[in-house]
């Protein structure tokens, strides 16, 4: 098949997407047409069916229509404050051939972006905004900036034929709209929310506003002409599918003649990088504070992520030597991310290796600026009135001893069903001391295979995860004492300083008394001896509750 | 309304087809016409005949009838009565492979619950007794963390556990060595250690070294190793077949050495599931091996005085299995009457989980009956 049958074939199946509800209705239409030559009171009954059944295809018919697309939360660049942006992204569109955005956002995302506000469906060109994730520009340089704002421009080409760019609209199209059933109808994802509650800050904090409640994708007339258009649109997918991995390569290639193949190649090996990297950033680091109601210093939410990749660089260097392995699906447009790469470097020679070296925030007039202005755009309200703290090792300090201060482990419930009164160390070492851990062990959260051991073997299945929990519970209860201090790196992970002089000592003794403590014949008193005494020891001893 | 009916009506009908097909199988099952099943009752009949059990009298967990000495001594160190596990572990004195059953049987039990042993260790520190049962302990504590699930279904959890464990056995194993003096046992004991943790080839030998020049003609150890050269563990099926005609060759009668080679065999014929073992089995080669099996064990047998002694058993299980492929019923026959009522052993336990093992086995053993017999009428019609 030529490149423009296929082209036709795609656009005969994108105008059936919207048909699908209009050839449904007419089945119906037929079918009580046939029924007027049956007896009368199959007619009706007929009738009656046929209008149950029109109404979720009317209301799908509705469904097609998206919300409009929102603009992600973000800084508007204009033209006046960056006109080196500017200048470049005009430059680049003119070379590809297609019309430069008419407005540029900064967002916190990792990930360069085209968007076309779509008229008709898809079928006429609309509005066009590009919006540019902080983090990704951090990360790349800028010929490989170049590369990826190439790459998605190519997306708008849409192959060599006249009908591509509809053809690559309409697809997009479709994919939003399949993607946007998904959303309201997984269930899961509501679930998820509800149980990470509590961990909400931090979602709102990588750059999610809240969402309000949707409830329409709940009813059943709906998920049932959800599932037909999803299952119409995969199948348009599909069937473009080859069109689709063709256009990705020939964008990749057009990347490459623009910004150059090293550029290329190297950036589509950066992505993935920078994406993990970024989410390691904002669960180790950026998001450190929440806890304690702690922001980084400002400027510094999105500016530290420039930091850790400073840092990590050797460790970032490894992970990108190593192409990651997808699992294909047949719905991707996408070929596997080595395919590209491979595909890339397989071009010829350019000669522009040397090409843009420098940071692709060089383009910007004050990044340090903007990563300030981009905290108030895109952080939840209640982030931005939380303290902000002096410095990195602050962030950490206030953190960990949020986290430790209100320490709820497994054991901790366990040992709460088990006593029937507060869950505390002193507590918990009473038992052990009585030699019931092993019993209260029987309350822990799990596995099969563990529930179903008895005797030694259950306990070799618990201790690992007693040995963690306990250690744990007394760094906690040392930091509840004002006696824990934390070492902070960006190179690794953050460091405990126990009280005792050598830390590396002091690591060790604690270690020996935790498996001390969980011995088969128990001995507690190493334990003790690290912790410094509390009123439930020095007190009458038995009164657990008023602690 | 009648269209009403019209539509429940046919949509009853499978419902009550499916109804009279369930009905039409369940009497079916009751007056079993099947032409076959004269046959299936002909094989039990036939084993009835020379007083074999049916199979839902099969002891499945035992090779053998259990020992009421063995059961005692575990039901007093269950009670805390150390001392009469380490007293029945004494008993055995000299005799290595005695010495290795009773370990195997206390370190089972302390591999579930170790109280006993603790305080066994406890009261006598250095105790050499104690350290091995405690070494022997930790490995089978480590394969029951594993479980006996293929690696693609056990579960991380499971592995962690199971390498932390064997660590610990090999620390085990090393202080029980290091107090054992010229007892094998210790090394025997450490030789599943070495295909859990993947010794090397050098390592093994070395091990292999320190258990043979302490008793070089130790069954059980002999049959550790086979495991370990087998391909499914750290060896492939030439290394395994070479140590086994080895071993089978250096072994005098009676010390039932000839036992490894016809377990090297069968563990080439089960890795093989293409291999018919209609023909394997009749190779020459396999002919010769169990010839002198036979040889070996009568002479063991002789030894022992008692034809259902318990270090024959695991060679008339296999035997009689290979005989069974050899048709030889009535040899194959001989050994099914020593052993039948127990056979939680190899080669049944190979042939298929837990309790169906014992459908191949009563299969192999109804059809050696029926064979008997027949030959049996023959023999009589002729003379």
């Known amino acids: ?547 | 309304m009648t269209v009403l009916l019209w539509i429940l009506g046919i949509l009853a009908l499978p419902v009550v087809a499916f109804g009279l097909y369930l009905g039409f199988v369940f009497v079916k099952t009751f007056i079993k016409h099947d032409p076959d099943a004269p046959d299936e009752n002909a094989g039990a009949e036939a084993a009835a005949k020379l007083g074999l059990l049916p199979a839902g009298r099969l002891d499945l967990d035992r090779p053998g009838a259990a020992d009421p000495a063995a059961e005692a001594v575990l039901q007093a160190v269950r009670r805390g009565d150390w001392e009469a596990g380490a007293r029945f572990l004494a008993e055995a004195g000299r005799d290595w492979e005695e010495r290795g059953r009773r370990v195997s049987i206390l370190g089972h039990e302390a591999a579930k619950e170790d109280a006993w042993l603790l305080a066994w260790r406890a009261a006598r520190p250095g105790d050499a007794d104690a350290a091995l049962v405690n070494a022997e302990s930790m490995i089978y504590l480590a394969w029951e963390i594993r479980g006996s699930m293929q690696a693609k279904n056990t579960t991380r959890e499971q592995f962690d556990g199971f390498h932390r464990v064997l660590a610990q056995a090999r620390e085990a194993c090393a202080e029980a060595q290091a107090l054992g003096g010229d007892d094998p046992n210790p090394y025997v004991v450490e030789m599943p250690l070495a295909m859990g943790l993947g010794y090397s080839h050098k390592d093994f030998n070395d091990l292999w070294d320190q258990a043979v020049e302490r008793a070089p003609h130790h069954l059980g150890a002999h049959q550790s190793a086979l495991q370990y050269w087998c391909a499914k563990w750290r060896g492939s099926h030439e290394l395994a077949l070479s140590f086994a005609r080895e071993a089978a060759a250096k072994g005098a009668p009676g010390q039932l050495l000839t036992l490894v080679l016809l377990e090297a065999h069968f563990e080439f014929e089960f890795a093989h599931k293409d291999l018919d073992e209609d023909e394997y089995y009749k190779r020459p080669e396999l002919m010769k091996a169990v010839d002198a099996a036979l040889l070996d064990l009568a002479a063991a047998a002789a030894e022992a005085g008692d034809p259902k002694a318990r270090r024959l058993l695991p060679m008339r299980h296999m035997l009689a299995y290979m005989l069974y492929w050899q048709d030889r019923y009535e040899a194959a026959m001989e050994q099914f009457k020593l052993i039948d009522g127990h056979i939680g052993t190899a080669p049944w336990t190979y042939l298929a989980g837990k309790p169906r093992f014992a459908e191949r086995y009563t299969a192999i053993r109804d059809f050696t009956a029926v064979r008997v017999l027949e030959a049996a009428e023959a023999h009589t019609a002729t003379a």
């Open chain 1, 1 to 547: 098949m030529s490149s423009t049958l296929r082209a036709v074939r795609a656009l005969i199946l994108l105008a059936g997407f919207q048909l699908l509800s209009l050839v449904l209705l007419g089945v119906l239409a037929a079918i009580d047409w046939a029924a007027v030559y049956a007896p009368s009171s199959v007619t009706t009954k007929v009738w009656l069916v046929s209008v149950v059944l029109a109404v979720p295809v009317v209301r799908g018919m509705f469904m097609l229509r998206l919300p409009d697309i929102e603009e992600p939360p973000g800084v508007p660049l204009t033209e006046e404050a960056e006109p080196r942006l500017w200048a470049m992204v005009r430059e680049l569109a003119a070379a590809a051939g297609t019309r430069a955005p008419d407005t540029i956002i900064l967002t916190a995302e990792v990930n360069a972006s085209v968007m076309e506000r779509p008229r008709l469906g898809g079928l006429l060109p609309g509005r066009r905004s590009l919006h540019l994730g902080l983090p990704l520009l951090t990360g790349l340089s800028e010929a490989q900036f170049r590369s990826v704002l190439a790459h998605e421009y190519g997306h708008y080409i849409g192959g060599d034929t006249r009908l591509g760019p509809i053809v690559a609209r309409g697809r997009l199209q479709i994919r939003r709209t399949i993607a946007h059933f998904h959303e309201k109808a997984d269930k899961k994802v509501a679930q998820e929310r509800a149980e990470q509650e509590k961990k909400s800050a931090r979602r709102v904090a990588k750059g999610k506003k809240a969402k309000e409640v949707d409830t329409t994708g709940a009813g059943a007339t709906y998920r049932a002409m959800a599932k037909i258009y999803t299952w119409y649109g995969t199948f348009f997918l599909r069937a473009s599918q080859s069109t689709a991995r063709a256009e990705e390569f020939a964008a990749d290639r057009s990347a490459a003649r623009l910004a150059g193949r090293d550029a290329t190649a190297s950036a589509l090996r950066e992505i993935p990088v920078l994406s993990s990297a970024y989410d390691f950033y904002l669960e180790s680091y950026a998001t450190l504070g929440l806890d304690a109601r702690t922001m980084p210093p400002h400027g510094a939410f999105f500016g530290g992520f420039g930091d850790l990749l400073t840092a990590r660089e050797l460790q970032l260097a490894d992970m990108r030597a190593e192409l990651p392995v997808q699992q294909l699906s047949p719905y991707d447009s996408h070929p596997p991310i080595g395919e590209r790469v491979r595909a890339v470097e397989a071009l010829p020679d350019d000669g522009r290796a040397d090409d843009g070296r420098g940071s692709a925030l060089g383009l910007f007039t004050d990044p340090r600026a903007l990563a300030a202005a981009l905290e108030p755009a895109v952080l939840a309200e209640e982030l931005l009135g939380f303290r902000r703290a002096e410095d990195w090792p602050d962030v950490l300090r206030s953190g960990m001893t949020a986290r430790l201060g209100e320490l709820d482990t497994p054991l901790h419930r366990a040992l709460a069903v088990y006593t029937k009164s507060a869950a505390t160390l002193p507590a918990l070492l009473q038992v052990i001391d009585e030699g019931h851990l092993w019993q209260l062990a029987r309350r822990l959260p799990l596995s099969e295979e563990a529930s179903a051991a008895q005797g030694r073997a259950f306990r070799e299945f618990v201790r690992p995860s007693l040995e963690g929990i306990l250690r744990t519970w007394v760094i906690s209860e040392l930091s509840k004492q004002g006696l824990l201090d934390w070492e902070f790196s960006w190179t690794q992970a953050a460091t405990v300083v126990l009280p005792g002089g050598d830390p590396e000592a002091a690591g060790e003794a604690l270690d020996a008394a935790v498996t001390a403590a969980l011995a088969d014949v128990p001995d507690t008193a190493p334990l003790r001896a690290l912790l410094p005494p509390t009123p439930a020891e020095t007190g009458t001893g038995t009164d657990i509750e008023s602690v």
